[in-house]
């Protein structure tokens, strides 16, 4: 799992309480995920990704749960914003390779988001498994297809 430490650390009782609220959320959000209600999950999320203690695992949790529901197009688009506020290194070298995977079952992928993913996994390709790697490999020959 990700580590929850994506946030930049601030002295003070202003970091701790707000660490606490986003972990108390965080966690009601994830039972509703390990309680099956993948709706209330996204519904949750969203409503959590308006307020002030959104944080990039916010978006990465909401594509993760529309991937799931097999809304890729919306999932690629939580997982954009996930990267767009990353903070976190792990996640960062995650997001490419997982979107790829992602982008590869869209039958006739736009081929620039493609490409703009490639270039972002190939970043962190020393630190994927081969499975991964594998991912990566299919990624770049059908992006020659294209």
Not at 92 to 112: C, G, Q, T, W
Not at 115 to 144: G, M, P, Q
């Amino acid at each position: 799992m990700i580590s929850l430490e994506s946030k930049k650390e601030n002295k003070g009782r202003a970091q701790t309480l707000f660490d606490f609220e986003y972990n108390q959320l965080l966690t009601l959000g994830l039972n509703l995920i390990q309680q099956g209600e993948i709706e209330s999950a996204i519904r949750f999320f969203q409503e959590l990704s308006l307020s002030d203690l959104s944080t990039n695992l916010t978006y990465f949790y909401l594509g993760n749960l529309h991937s799931i529901c097999d809304e890729l197009e919306i999932a690629i688009g939580y997982f954009s914003l996930a990267w767009e506020t990353n903070s976190d290194a792990e996640l960062a070298a995650r997001l490419p390779v997982k979107v790829l995977f992602i982008l590869a079952s869209i039958n006739n992928p736009d081929k620039e988001i493609l490409k703009l993913w490639l270039n972002r996994a190939k970043r962190f390709i020393h630190s994927y498994s081969c499975d991964e790697l594998l991912v990566v490999d299919y990624t770049e020959r059908l992006l020659e297809k294209l």
